[in-house]
């Protein structure tokens, strides 16, 4: 039976450091002798206590090296998938080890070691892993994947899993000990791993940690290239400027804050919000900062759901408040490489498929080859639930990259297809949504919304060196100590507090914090006093 930390631990950082004296020196030969035929050590050796590990120049996804470091064992490995591809994948062993076992995940097309989020998981106590996904390439570039089906399989799930494995046996050898338990943590690509995970391999993690994920991929990238057309060609008279987008922003929050009750800059309910958009348009000779009629019917487009032929529904919209992030999806009109180098070589159709080429045949084409497995639609998680794993997923409510609904989407058939089965879904699994927060981290600047709770992406959007919440080290505010309290004490967190700082730097005071609250509940403002304190707030049904 796993150890239990005693009940009324509040899960403070320091406590759950201990030291543990290594079963051997941290070099390539001493790892060598725990690797299976097919995987070699590329490196080995000892970061100081506070010392920097440095990231190889070739890892350009992940070029930021974490700082400040505790003393630990830095290893990475390589190994041979298939005649066709290979995955390597970083290994950080503190000395001052929590007997716990952490992997966190990717972004985007990413291949790269997320060398930055393991050194935030290495302040914990944990030995902390991540994969390259068996290539090498930024967030945005797909060329890789070309007549690369080997590659492809290791991107969708073959690389974290066989990591996973690895990682965990050299991590019980290096220490000379077993692990307590295991997590997962991850943010859009990430999110789809951690699902993934729960999905194929249910006994990997006790506990996974599932942020704004690209579950959906298939569905997704077609999406992604439909809403970055919805604005083209610029120029046209329908296509919006850029430069509106904030002025659409403006409105929207001038229309939708007041609306739930708290006249604060942040949007805490847009799904709720009646959005009345004739109030940007031009009137009489004015034309700038507003939108012109076709403009308004291209505005009405992006917040629309992406429906096809037959009225199939295909992928849900933006919400409204998402709109600081515009110029990555809906931009001028030109969709981003995410959508088309999805279509061009993961689809295989090649380097000159235009989007000009765009129909619903992509999306059927998609749902054929889903390729690499990727797609995370297998919603029976019952072999997750009786292994007694937990799932805490979250999704920032101003996320234009991936659309928040699709997190509903994927919870809503989650419970549909467990609810037959008896199985209570807030036993096992549990949804937050984060009211302001763009993809992952950070808030537009027009609403400055609390979205720091030491998600994973997020100590390194504020430090190279920080982990969990500085000054708020506990299961309230940190969404990783809720899960393991969740998984090590049975404590089910029914809310985690956010953070926002003023300027966003460790320098400055609180601006304000506030519950995110499980869904289907969300925070509303019950006191007189400061609207910025936690403390008047309180988590209540949405319906």
Known sequence: MKPQLPLTCPLAVPLLLGSAASAFECSPTAFARYLPS???VTFAYTVPENGTFTVPASDIAYPTSPTQLRELCAVQVNVTSSATSAFSFGLFLPTAWNHRFLA????????GINWLDMGAGVGYGFAAMSTD????SSIF????????????????????????IIAKQLTEAYYGDSLQYSYY???STGGRQGLKEAEMFPDDFDGILAGSPAWWTRRLQPWTVKAGLYNGPAGASHSIPESLFPIISDEVVKQCDPQDGVKDSIIQDPHRCRLRL?????????????LTADQLDTLYEIYSPYVDINQTFVFPPVLPGSESQWAVVIGNGTPNSLGTDYIRYFLQLGADWSPDEFDYSIVELAD???PGNATADDFDLSPFYRRGGKLL???GMSDSLIPTYSSLYFYNQVVKTLAPKGIDLDRFYRFFYVPGMQHCSGTPSNMNAPWYFAGPNQAGALSTSIHSVPGFSDASHDVLLALMAWVENGTAPTQIIATKWHNDTLQDKVLRQRPLCMYPNQAVYVGSDDVNSAENWRCEPLY
């Open 38 to 40: 097919n995987a070699t």
């Open 104 to 111: 966190v995940g990717n972004g985007g097309f990413a291949g």
């Open 133 to 136: 996904t068996g290539h090498n």
């Open 141 to 164: 570039d797909g060329p890789w994947a070309l007549h690369a089906e080997e590659k492809l399989v290791d991107w969708g799930w073959r690389a974290m899993h066989g990591s996973i």
């Open 185 to 187: 943590s991850g943010c």
């Open 278 to 290: 004739e109030a940007l348009l031009c009137q009489g000779s004015e034309t700038t900062n507003c």
């Open 368 to 370: 054929q080859l889903d």
């Open 393 to 395: 997923q979250y999704h």
